[in-house]
């Protein structure tokens, strides 16, 4: 397994920033998410430093379908950094935690009507328009409140990125935004530029997730900076700000090579200035929406294997007290991951186990085929790159508790999600 840079190998256990593996789950027991808030801050603040420039605004906005709890609402306001949201939920929790409503963008293909008011009625600085039905609401939803609403309205641009089908977000079919190829986009974006409660200020495309070519966000910014263009002396309709979403591809296994989006970032903004320029689009503000790629390397999930069986067919399997409850991506994207025994960190990898959970499906295997030392019932695996969509999609299939999540700041640690207990479970229930 990678280690991160919080990670190291001493007396030959893993540790965490000096911290005891073994020691953290005899505290606050298994399975548990760890999360690292030195590397989440240093990526942020990296992210943003990357983004300045004399040309325009720029904003990193954190997408918090990532991983989104208080306490990471609480770091999301104390760096100044924006907030993707995609749900009323998403607003009350960043909201009642600190983050400046005027700093989020609001998204989602089927926003209800209750979320949209709930919305213009606490602020949200920006609603992300998907469709045009959605503009019609939007309209009238705020004039019943007497406010002005600014929007933006999501494009498809049809750029393909080379990613998994469930995370395209940009083909010509995709449930998300207006495509720039419909022929009535014109008529759509008239319509937003004249709506009496409107404020439309541009445009927003996200082309997909776990991307490793940079090719892909050049072709997607040009492709909008043109069709913005074309807005711009066809309808008569000044384009003020673009937003090019996310999707910055992460390291899970040695298969994947992402590159480095601090040393893209200045190059990216460069392209998209000198293509503004040239198109003669007075851009007043550019944003990114990143997420995977801010928590992913920070979060890792530590689980105790229980009982090992060996298979008529062969196979070795090692269960743990985790599950697809905490963890569905391999079962739903076919993800993969490495991991660690913590107590056995420098013990040779002698024998190769397919690591399962205690969910009952067949398919509830965490990872397939991987070479670890031999395993005895008590050992503790740590698997890496669990930041992003593990607790946030999270269930309590199997009626199954979730479990508990800590923050490590440097020389200190403690819990920002209490593990539930079957109570809980029940608790809006009748």
Not at 28 to 48: C, H, M, N, W
Not at 67 to 89: F, Y
Not at 385 to 397: C, D, E, I, L, P
Not at 410 to 418: A, G, N, P, S
């Amino acid at each position: 397994m990678r280690l991160e840079k919080y990670q190291n190998v001493q007396d030959g256990r893993l540790k965490h920033a000096g911290h005891d593996y073994l020691e953290l789950a005899e505290t606050y027991g298994t399975p548990l998410y760890i999360f690292d808030e030195a590397s989440f801050r240093e990526r942020v603040k990296g992210y943003q430093q990357a983004m300045e420039t004399p040309y325009f605004e720029t904003e990193v906005l954190y997408a918090s379908k990532a991983l989104l709890t208080k306490a990471i609402a609480r770091l999301i306001s104390e760096l100044g950094i924006g907030q993707d949201v995609v749900s009323a939920g998403e607003i009350f929790t960043g909201i009642h935690n600190g983050v400046n409503p005027e700093k989020m963008y609001f998204h989602g293909n089927n926003k209800l009507n209750q979320e949209i008011r709930y919305a213009i009625e606490n602020n949200v600085g920006t609603i992300v328009i998907d469709n045009r039905m959605e503009v019609e609401r939007v309209n009238q939803i705020a004039g019943e409140i007497g406010k002005k609403q600014r929007v933006l309205l999501r494009l498809n641009p049809g750029v393909e990125a080379h990613t998994h089908e469930y995370i395209m977000t940009a083909n010509l079919d995709s449930k998300f935004g207006e495509s720039v190829f419909d022929e009535a986009i014109d008529t759509v974006i008239q319509r937003l530029a004249t709506a009496e409660n409107l404020n439309f200020a541009g445009f927003h495309s996200h082309i997909g997730s776990q991307i490793f070519e940079e090719a892909s966000f050049y072709k997607a910014a040009t492709e909008l900076l043109t069709f913005s263009a074309a807005v711009q002396n066809k309808l008569g309709i000044k384009i003020e700000e673009i937003n090019f979403g996310g999707g910055f591809g992460v390291y899970y296994t040695e298969t994947d090579q992402p590159f480095n989006v601090v040393d893209f970032l200045p190059n990216f903004i460069e392209h998209v200035h000198a293509e503004a320029v040239k198109l003669e689009i007075n851009l007043k503000k550019v944003t990114i929406e990143p997420g995977r790629s801010l928590v992913n390397a920070s979060g890792s999930t530590l689980y105790e294997i229980g009982d090992l069986k060996h298979t008529a067919g062969g196979k070795d399997y090692a269960f743990i007290d985790g599950s697809m409850n905490d963890n569905i991506r391999p079962a739903l994207y076919q993800a993969e991951y490495e991991a660690m025994v913590v107590n056995k960190a420098e013990f040779p990898a002698e024998k190769t186990y397919t690591i399962a959970g205690k969910a009952c499906e067949s398919g509830d295997k965490i990872i397939e085929n991987i070479e670890l030392p031999e395993l005895t019932t008590g050992d503790l695996l740590l698997v890496n790159g669990t930041g992003a969509y593990n607790y946030s999609m999270a269930s309590n299939y199997n009626r199954i508790p979730r479990p508990a999540m800590i923050h490590v700041n440097e020389d200190k640690h403690y819990i920002t999600v209490k593990r539930e207990s079957f109570e809980e479970m029940m608790m809006r229930e009748i």
